[in-house]
């Protein structure tokens, strides 16, 4: 039987260890262009270049993306922290058949974990976000992983789940916060290409101004947007189908 050379050993074990996400992932937002759409005068930046892999490394890291290779005409909308907690906005998850995926920070969910208990009924998937909210660059690995496995411990007791997808505040992270991530049973890491600020209007971290099929959208919450959080998703709807897509399930591509 003729040997495979070690790095093609190297090469299939990386696969093996990335799963769908790092055949399916491209890696995209966390050269530091991407600041947090929630807190976008914050300053806090991602990586530098020399500092990331975005398919995950050869020990087993996750992969960090904000776009889907995918020839599905599929967009992601994901909503940040859990501040806003429109009722409406639960209807309109359940009138659409919506498969959103909603980010959560505990210390922002706070009381409010009853709301997001109802749109995971109708469809809404809830992913990890850390209990405060920090940003996570630089932080040792001890902070870093007391933040991502501590809102993993506190999702699974509100819902009996453990996600598999993390999105660092602000953007911000580095190796450590991969490591962490990975050892708190983190899939991937997702930033996003498209970020809906609070008039409605898209912007975009890099590349062409304008949707294509597997972006992440970013929905952050809006404490001061003069739009709800139901109509700014109208809007967005509106707008995704008019270029000929459709929302899909974030979880059922990476």
Same mark, same amino acid.
């Given at each position: 039987?003729?040997?495979?050379?070690?790095?093609?050993?190297?090469?299939?074990?990386?696969?093996?260890?990335?799963?769908?996400?790092?055949?399916?992932?491209?890696?995209?937002?966390?050269?530091?262009?991407?600041?947090?759409?929630? *807190?976008?005068?914050?300053?806090?930046?991602?990586?530098?270049?020399?500092?990331?892999?975005?398919?995950?490394?050869?020990?087993?890291?996750?992969?960090?993306?904000? *776009?889907?290779?995918?020839?599905?005409?599929?967009?992601?909308?994901?909503?940040?922290?859990?501040?806003?907690?429109?009722?409406?906005?639960?209807?309109?998850?359940?009138?659409?058949?919506?498969?959103?995926?909603?980010?959560?920070?505990?210390?922002?969910?706070?009381?409010?974990?009853? @709301?997001?208990?109802?749109?995971?009924?109708?469809?809404?998937?809830?992913?990890? *976000?850390?209990?405060? @909210?920090?940003?996570?660059?630089?932080?040792?690995?001890?902070?870093?992983?007391?933040?991502?496995?501590?809102?993993? @411990?506190?999702?699974?007791?509100?819902?009996?789940?453990?996600?598999?997808?993390?999105?660092?505040?602000?953007?911000?992270?580095?190796?450590?916060?991969?490591?962490?991530?990975?050892?708190?049973?983190?899939?991937?890491?997702?930033?996003?290409?498209?970020?809906?600020?609070?008039?409605?209007?898209?912007?975009?971290?890099?590349?062409?101004?304008?949707?294509?099929?597997?972006?992440?959208?970013?929905?952050?919450?809006?404490?001061?947007?003069?739009?709800?959080?139901?109509?700014?998703?109208?809007?967005?709807?509106?707008?995704?189908?008019?270029?000929?897509?459709?929302?899909?399930?974030?979880?059922?591509?990476?």
């Amino acid at each position: 039987m003729r040997r495979r050379s070690p790095a093609a050993v190297v090469c299939a074990g990386v696969i093996l260890l990335a799963g769908c996400a790092g055949a399916a992932g491209e890696r995209t937002a966390a050269d530091g262009r991407g600041q947090s759409p929630t *807190h976008a005068s914050s300053g806090v930046r991602g990586p530098d270049p020399d500092d990331r892999d975005d398919r995950g490394d050869r020990r087993g890291l996750p992969p960090v993306v904000d *776009h889907v290779r995918t020839r599905d005409r599929v967009v992601f909308l994901t909503y940040d922290d859990g501040a806003e907690r429109d009722p409406r906005f639960v209807g309109l998850v359940r009138e659409r058949r919506l498969p959103v995926s909603m980010f959560l920070t505990d210390s922002v969910v706070g009381p409010g974990y009853g @709301h997001f208990a109802r749109l995971r009924a109708v469809g809404a998937s809830i992913q990890n *976000h850390t209990l405060d @909210h920090p940003a996570l660059r630089g932080l040792p690995y001890a902070g870093q992983r007391a933040e991502i496995c501590g809102q993993q @411990h506190k999702l699974r007791s509100r819902f009996g789940i453990r996600p598999r997808l993390f999105r660092p505040p602000y953007g911000a992270y580095d190796t450590t916060t991969l490591r962490a991530a990975a050892d708190c049973g983190i899939r991937a890491v997702v930033l996003w290409r498209a970020s809906l600020i609070p008039d409605g209007t898209l912007t975009y971290t890099r590349g062409e101004p304008a949707l294509r099929p597997g972006d992440v959208i970013s929905v952050p919450s809006g404490e001061s947007a003069s739009l709800t959080l139901t109509e700014r998703t109208r809007r967005l709807l509106g707008e995704i189908e008019g270029k000929g897509l459709r929302v899909g399930r974030l979880e059922d591509y990476l």
